[in-house]
T-cell receptor, first 114, second 111 residues
Framework: DAMVIQNPRYQVTQFGKPVTLSCSQT?????MYWYQQKSSQAPKLLFH???????NEADTPDNFQSRRPNTSFCFLDIRSPGLGDTAMYLC?????????????FGAGSRLTVL | DQQVKQNSPSLSVQEGRISILNCDYT??????FLWYKKYPAEGPTFLIS?????DKNEDGRFTVFLNKSAKHLSLHIVPSQPGDSAVYFC??????????FGTGTSLTVIP
């Protein structure tokens, strides 16, 4: 089945220790998104790629970076995680960013910063 | 700035009865509205959507109603089944822009 796969599913890291979360997709969608979801909050868009074009949300901290080496893969790098970065990180894909659209999500990576 | 709001964090319904989940939004420019369902330890999965030019969309047991004048949409599940127990997220977007999500409503269907 075509899908969105996130690794790792669970990650515990220490304050300030860099973390990389990965996302791969077999849907051949041209748009990939990273969302942060904290407990009892709505998913918050961090950034997205339209093909190779990177789009950063204005309020995404500089601590968060992303890479998309090819259509299938996208990475979220947190350079110096703080306690406030403990959250679920959701990767999603879509076919395009215009017109009627549906996001397809991965299962998420739950990050705990100690 | 919460553009999409789900004011009920939780809802309990008896099996076989109707579940009604509500969502309000503030941006009149939204073109498209969606409902996602999320089980624990899984990502959200798409359930049903509606375009802003319609006021109702039905798919089996699931119906979404849109009231543009009230900036309100609702998801009706009839009849409710225990397998429907999950967190339901409302989402909205305007074409070419990002999706905005609500905080979710946790539905429990009691057998």
């Amino acid at each position: 089945d075509a899908m969105v796969i996130q690794n790792p599913r669970y990650q515990v890291t220490q304050f300030g220790k860099p973390v990389t979360l990965s996302c791969s997709q077999t849907l051949n969608h041209n748009v990939m998104y990273w969302y942060q979801q904290k407990s009892s909050q709505a998913p918050k868009l961090l950034f997205h790629y339209y093909d190779k074009d990177f789009n950063n949300e204005a309020d995404t901290p500089d601590n968060f970076q992303s890479r998309r080496p090819n259509t299938s893969f996208c990475f979220l790098d947190i350079r110096s995680p703080g306690l406030g970065d403990t959250a679920m990180y959701l990767c999603a894909t879509s076919r395009s960013s215009s017109g009627a659209n549906v996001l397809t999500f991965g299962a998420g990576s739950r990050l705990t910063v100690l | 700035d919460q553009q999409v709001k789900q004011n009920s964090p939780s809802l309990s319904v008896q099996e076989g009865r109707i579940s009604i989940l509500n969502c309000d939004y503030t941006n009149s420019m939204f073109d498209y509205f969606l409902w996602y369902k999320k089980y624990p330890a899984e990502g959200p999965t798409f359930l049903i959507s509606i375009s802003s030019i319609k006021d109702k969309n039905e798919d089996g047991r699931f119906t979404v109603f849109l009231n543009k004048s009230a900036k309100h949409l609702s998801l009706h599940i009839v009849p409710s089944q225990p397998g429907d127990s999950a967190v339901y997220f409302c989402a909205a977007y305007s074409f070419g822009n990002q999706f905005y999500f609500g905080t979710g409503t946790s539905l429990t269907v009691i057998p």
